[in-house]
């Protein structure tokens, strides 16, 4: 059984920053940030493995930083030049012996 917990959403302005963390019970190798905005499906935006091994959904390269602190078993996400269309419920997610976990979810709002 994997716990996540996120926190660091919450409402910015466009061009803003904000800073997302995932704090996982256990040792995991594979960690992920998901969203899911209004009327539409969830998407995987970025992952990492525990060797730092990371990829991006296009829509967000150059602009988001995916990391993580092993020794905290905690992974980050964080999120500059923000745009409306970042607007979602971000999901942390850890894939632990074939079962995907997911975070509670955190909302992220972006203004115009």
């Known amino acids: 059984q994997v716990q996540l917990v996120e926190s660091g959403g919450g409402l910015v302005q466009a061009g803003g920053s904000l800073r997302l963390s995932c704090a996982a019970s256990g040792s995991i190798n594979v960690m992920a940030w998901y969203r899911q905005a209004p009327g539409k499906q969830r998407e995987l935006v970025a992952f990492i493995s525990s060797a730092g091994s990371k990829n991006y959904v296009d829509s967000v390269k150059g602009r988001f930083t995916i990391s993580r602190d092993n020794a905290k078993n905690t992974m980050y996400l964080q999120m500059n030049n923000l745009k409306v269309e970042d607007t979602a419920v971000y999901y942390c997610?850890?894939?632990?012996?074939?079962?995907?976990?997911w975070g509670q979810g955190t909302q992220v709002t972006v203004s115009s």
């Open positions: 997610n850890a894939l632990y012996r074939s079962i995907n976990y």
